[in-house]
């Protein structure tokens, strides 16, 4: 940090040189006050919870192997991503059991927790594909935009473009495409809310979906979201069903949406900053509800594949969290090619900051703690992705050529990920395939 007196020369030397609207930018500067609370150990544990929950795991991973009679089964990083982000009381409860402890059914802690991978990829992949259409098409339902804009090549079944080919290419059973439209009335509800971006105050803020759209967007969309319904429990008790998976469109309200301006709802999709749900209190004078939430700057992820191999006895579980040293939001410290990610507010001048605090009101108490589901579900996602690495926006069940009515595609023919979500063999497979080594046990 500079010396004061230095702050105080180069303070001198800006004033005699600056414009009037530099001035008056700098005493907005330093006359404004930051809503901003204390962000330390909101994604990185302290050290000894860190330790703690690494002695869980440890217990858990003995008590896998003898469930599955395999010596040599360890944790993948998304597992591990996991074990430091669920409920530290769900941890010691999964580590004495062996069973997802908040689901109704007795599932494998092994079983929920391989398919955490597949909840992060969906919903990564999700924030990437859920583009706003709200604001692109003038209102319109998708039905009607869809007809304004030219249709891309469709793929036939060879793999091979054809215009008059169908766009669904599966082998599944058959599943009906539903032609609902975007709720548009929801999400004009979401930007009168304030008429601004809640965490900059820039005017025509873009509605940014808490929780992906697509997850039930469609019909196959929404099968895919209930067979992830048991490792979303490992974030705590809710009703994720009735939030995500009871209808076609059923998060489509505007308690799953938030009004940002467009630089960060395009980084939104990307996954660089999240949102943490810190509380939810009654208006007072008043019939509406308040939800506070903070901004927080995500590290940048490792390049490292969410499915490598983790060795907690050797220290890879602790090093994960070492190793995230490069912050979005942070000038001073970013490496990336192509420009900076940051912000700053245009009325005070100051930077947009981990830890900055935000309010949302809503009309109605249901509604407040339905946008706190879906934000406590958020968090805990975009952490267990920052943590666990690989590629900013993976590969996603439904990339390809399609132009989806609903921003993703149905199905694609020789998807396995899509395939063992639609005949539910996920929970079954991929924790058999454990590395042949015997490193650590």
Known sequence: MPAL???????????????????????????????VQNPNNSIIPPADEARTRLDYAKKLQEKIRKTLNNPRWRFKA??????????????????NTGLNPNYYEH????????????????????????????????????????????????RSSNGNSS??????????????RNPGTRRKYEATKCRDRGKQCIFLGTANPQVCHILPWCWNATEINNRRTTQLLLTMALFGKREWHRLLASAVGASD????????????????GKGYWGVKCMSIEPVSGGPK????????????????????????????????????????GNPGDQLRD????????????????????????????KDAENMKDMLDLQWALIRVA???????????????????????????HGSSDVEKWLEGTAIATSSREQPKDTTDG
């Open 5 to 35: 007196s230095r702050v105080r020369e180069q303070l001198g030397l800006f004033w005699e040189s600056a414009l009037p609207e530099q001035q008056a930018a700098l005493q907005r500067f330093l006359t404004t006050s930051p809503t």
């Open 78 to 95: 998304t597992h591990v991503a996991t074990l430091f982000v669920m409920p530290i009381d769900s941890l010691r409860e999964m580590a």
């Open 107 to 154: 599932i494998n802690a092994e079983c929920a927790l391989d398919m955490v991978a597949d909840l992060v990829t969906f919903f990564i992949s999700g924030l990437s594909r859920d583009s706003d259409d709200d604001d692109d098409d003038d209102g319109m339902s998708l039905s009607e935009s869809r007809r304004k804009r030219p249709r891309k090549a469709e």
């Open 163 to 176: 215009a008059g080919a169908s766009s669904v290419v599966t082998n599944t059973p058959s599943v009906q």
């Open 253 to 268: 309200y505007a308690w799953n949406m938030i009004a940002v301006n467009s630089q960060l709802r395009t980084w939104w």
């Open 289 to 328: 509800y308040k939800v506070t939430l903070q901004f927080h700057w995500m590290p940048e992820r490792s390049q490292l594949p969410r499915n490598r191999w983790i060795s907690i006895e050797l220290g890879d579980g602790q090093k994960m969290l070492d190793d995230l040293t490069t912050w979005n």
């Open 338 to 365: 192509g420009g900076l990610v940051a912000a700053c507010n245009p009325s005070s001048c100051q930077p947009l900051l981990s830890g900055h605090v935000s309010h949302v009101l809503l009309d109605e108490k």
């Open 386 to 412: 920052s943590l666990a690495g690989a590629a900013e926006v993976p590969d996603s069940p439904y990339d390809s050529d399609d132009d989806s009515d609903y921003g993703v595609t149905e199905a694609v």
